[in-house]
């Protein structure tokens, strides 16, 4: 264990003036350009959206606490799960890193006073909440049964549902998303402060550059798939209609040309939390960072490659088959190379337990069993088997839960001092992070076993000798959710009652804890001007760190 | 894109300024292209599978008016050319003039795009129930149609039924010619769906662009562009450009494949 954080020390104090009090009143918010209001504002809405998502898997959950599905009608049941994912995938996972914790940190980490397009930036949360709006109507309307991945014709001929208002919805988002993707790739490109090169871009930015390139390339393709989609169920149009001659299986695979990097899209910039987190409680420079961050871009372009490996089983060619797992095994290695070095970043670092430390730690091991139960979908004969059990739902909440969801909630964490200002109480924060990752194996691991064991996913009955697993998940998921409302009570909490964190609480050496906390509407005083390698610990003296004065130069990057 | 070109607050130069902007506009465009895309690739697999009656369905379409649709908007591209030529040598005054120029001439696209629609209507091949590709072959009045045209169509529908027919009986189906006068039916209904998708998604584009111009125009009479200050005609200019070359690419895939001038 290192020293106490500086913060802990007290003599503390916020700044006179910053962006949360620079001005005031509704209109200041609602008509707000200042990126780092946009992302509170973001934070408010995709909360809001974790919840309804949240109420949809405890009533699917308790609905499969006995066999038989004694809960509600099949019909709902379907219509359960279905809003569940669009609501989680659509208006949470996808914009809650990006839209949130990178809104508020891309523009003060590479030194400028706000994104490219301030108002394209505000436009952005405007569509997705028209977008979002569209999709509440769907849902409090009857809802949808389609499932999240609106598969033709049950979507576009034969469902009964309210798909027509969730289509339009997602259709809209998707330009949010676009244009926070567009924002970012920009804002990089020509907004970065002197002496931040692209070889000390903090791995955050990196990850979410490669984002961004998923959110404009893919992102347009999903939004014209869903108007064919839409335009088939309001004009019939015959696109995916085999009535007419057109091929439901073109819908797949532009759907899942989209939807498979949308998976990236999710679990990238989580990475980049965690590779922020990991050097900064191991106090030493992240190890490989070049290699960090070309896998984030590798991630992307190879991403976009695999996509029917979803599509295995509707009977294309053997040759596009075997092509298609053999990259998908091709994907597996930059994600490999990210966990690798991290772990190699940990090897005799001076590692304190801090909260944002917990969650890190808790990613690398649940990305882990994610991504290798991955591979097994990957393997042609064992996906026979696996296909459309609930396996698959466990390997994908490993990724979207144990994955996404933790770092957005380790990175909610490590900046939340930058954020309000203020620290969350430390020692119940890390009791939520341990309930939380109890609560989330507890309810996920079991369905592996169900998966295995043949469970179809998308059903609301199953014979009684699933029944042991089944109830054992329902109690993880009771568990899960009282660790994602712990850190809803105490953050909330905090933001008036936290003790004031200072600039640099961890402290961290990225050019977002030089500034105040919070930080300026303009985030800097002055231009910052970077002279310092990324993750380093050894050149920093202002850092506070025992033997941080070295005569040696500067190391390359990574390995010290 | 700032209305008095000075500098916007996050910005430290209008070099920085101007360089975002342009960078914001060709990622933009990047996207536009992936949107296109899917259409583009639903229309290539579905002409590559029904040759037939894709080609039948493509005779359909009025030649002259989609060549002259193409000529006015390689006409309009000039005139937005020259308005932001206007604009970097400081023409003020001929920067509005073009863009007038250019809005008209999108204007009299969408005016003759207004007309070929009209004309599906009329000729029943509009996807939904009363699609009836062999409508034309039957009711020479009603689609206009002279003598010469009317026995053209009545041979083209005919045997795109028996090349139908041809593939139904390959299948081993019952009844191949009825088989076959559906399938000829259900297909060219797939080609209308994506005419009617892919140029009306264009057409949606050059009504966003004609707004556009309409806010160019005003900015422009106030003598706003010059060499010092143009980004938003260069950038709104790149847009047009990019709305034409889809049209480009829409014209030959949907007019001129399989068209045999009688």
Not at chain 1, 12 to 36: C, F, M, Q, V
Not at chain 1, 494 to 518: C, F, H, I, Q
Not at chain 2, 156 to 174: M, P, T
Request: charged content about 10%; aromatic content about 16%; hydrophobic content about 50%.
């Amino acid at each position: 264990m290192s020293t106490a954080p500086q913060a802990l020390q007290g003599g503390e104090k916020l700044p006179k003036e910053h962006y949360l009090n620079a001005t005031y009143g509704i209109r200041s918010w609602l008509l707000t350009t200042d990126h780092k209001r946009i992302a509170l504002l973001y934070l408010i809405s995709v909360t809001f959206f974790f919840f309804i998502g949240g109420i949809f898997a405890s009533l699917i959950r308790i609905h499969l606490l006995t066999p038989g599905g004694y809960l509600v009608t099949p019909e709902t049941y379907n219509k359960l799960f279905t809003m569940h994912g669009v609501a989680m995938i659509f208006f949470f996972l996808i914009p809650s890193i990006p839209a949130v914790l990178g809104n508020f940190l891309i523009p003060i980490m590479i030194g400028a006073k706000d994104l490219a397009f301030p108002k394209i930036n505000l436009l952005s949360w405007y569509i997705y909440l028209v977008g979002g709006a569209f999709v509440l109507y769907s849902f409090a309307t009857g809802g949808l049964d389609t499932g999240w991945t609106f598969y033709t014709p049950l979507s576009s001929i034969y469902s009964n549902s309210a798909v027509t208002p969730a289509v339009i919805g997602i259709f809209i988002n998707g330009f949010s998303s676009i244009l926070t993707g567009l924002n970012f790739i920009v804002t990089v490109h020509t907004m970065r402060a002197p002496g931040m090169t692209w070889m000390r871009l903090p791995l955050f930015v990196w990850a979410h550059y490669a984002t961004s390139i998923i959110f404009i390339l893919g992102t347009p393709v999903i939004a014209i798939t869903l108007l064919l989609a839409g335009l088939e169920r309001m004009f019939h149009f015959g696109f995916f209609n085999p009535a007419y001659g057109g091929d439901p299986i073109l819908f797949q695979h532009l759907f899942w040309f989209y939807s498979h990097p949308a998976v990236y899209i999710m679990i990238l910039p989580a990475m980049g939390v965690i590779s922020e987190i990991i050097p900064t409680f191991a106090r030493k420079p992240i190890f490989g960072y070049d290699f960090i961050a070309a896998s984030s871009i590798g991630i992307a372009v190879i991403g976009f490659i695999v996509w029917a490996h979803h599509m295995f089983l509707t009977g294309q060619s053997t040759y596009s088959a075997v092509a298609f797992s053999f990259l998908t095994f091709l994907v597996a290695v930059p994600s490999a190379v990210k966990v690798f070095n991290w772990t190699s970043t940990l090897y005799k670092g001076s590692i304190s337990f801090d909260t944002p430390m917990l969650y890190g730690l808790g990613f690398i091991g649940l990305f882990t069993i994610g991504g290798l139960t991955g591979l097994f979908l990957a393997t042609l004969g064992l996906d026979i088997h696996l296909h459309d059990t609930y396996f698959v739902v466990a390997h994908f909440h490993y990724i979207m839960v144990g994955g996404a969801i933790m770092g957005y909630l380790g990175g909610i964490h490590f900046w939340w001092p930058k954020i309000t200002g203020r620290l969350y109480p430390e020692y119940l924060a890390r009791i939520a992070a341990i309930v939380l990752f109890i609560g989330f194996n507890l309810t996920f691991f079991p369905q592996f076993i169900l998966g295995f064991l043949g469970m179809p996913r998308r059903y609301h009955d199953y014979p009684p000798e699933y029944q042991v697993l089944n109830v054992m998940s329902t109690a993880g998921a009771s568990i899960l959710a009282l660790g994602y409302l712990l850190p809803m009570i105490y953050l909330t909490w905090s933001m008036r009652y936290g003790k004031v964190a200072g600039k640099n609480p961890w402290p961290a050496t990225g050019l977002e804890w030089t500034t105040d906390s919070p930080p300026l509407t303009e985030n800097f005083h002055e231009t910052p001007v970077v002279d310092w390698e990324v993750y380093d610990f050894v050149h920093r003296p202002e850092l506070g760190l025992q033997g941080s004065v070295s005569k040696k130069p500067a190391p390359a990057h990574g390995d010290d | 894109m700032h209305r008095t070109g000075e500098l916007y607050g996050q910005f430290q130069t209008l070099e920085q300024q101007k360089e975002t902007a342009s960078l914001g506009m060709w990622v933009f465009l990047v996207t536009e292209i992936l949107f296109f895309g899917g259409l583009f690739l639903a229309y290539t697999i579905n002409r590559h599978a029904y040759p037939t009656a894709f080609g039948i369905s493509g005779n359909m379409l009025s030649l002259p008016l989609g060549f002259g649709n193409t000529i006015v908007l390689i006409a309009s591209s000039f005139t937005m050319a020259m308005s932001v030529w206007s604009a970097q040598t400081s023409r003020r005054k001929a920067v509005p003039i073009w863009l007038i120029a250019t809005l008209v001439l999108g204007s009299t696209f969408l005016g003759i795009k207004v007309v070929e629609y009209k004309q599906k209507f009329d000729h029943h091949i509009v996807p939904g129930q009363n699609f009836d590709v062999t409508y034309c072959s039957r009711n020479q009045i009603a689609c206009g149609l002279s003598d010469k045209d009317f026995a053209d169509e009545q041979k083209e529908v005919k045997e795109g039924i028996e090349a139908e027919a041809e593939e139904a009986k390959k299948r081993g189906a019952a009844n191949p010619e009825e088989v076959g006068a559906a399938a000829l039916n259900a297909h060219a209904q797939l080609y209308f769906s994506l005419y009617f998708g892919m140029t009306g998604l264009h057409a949606l584009h050059m009504i966003i662009g004609a707004g556009l111009l309409l806010w160019l125009i005003f900015e422009g009479f106030k003598g706003r562009f010059d060499a010092n200050y143009n980004t938003p005609v260069e950038n709104i200019g790149l847009y047009w450009h990019f709305v034409d070359i889809v049209w480009i690419f829409l014209f030959p895939l949907l007019y001129l494949i399989n068209r045999h001038l009688a």
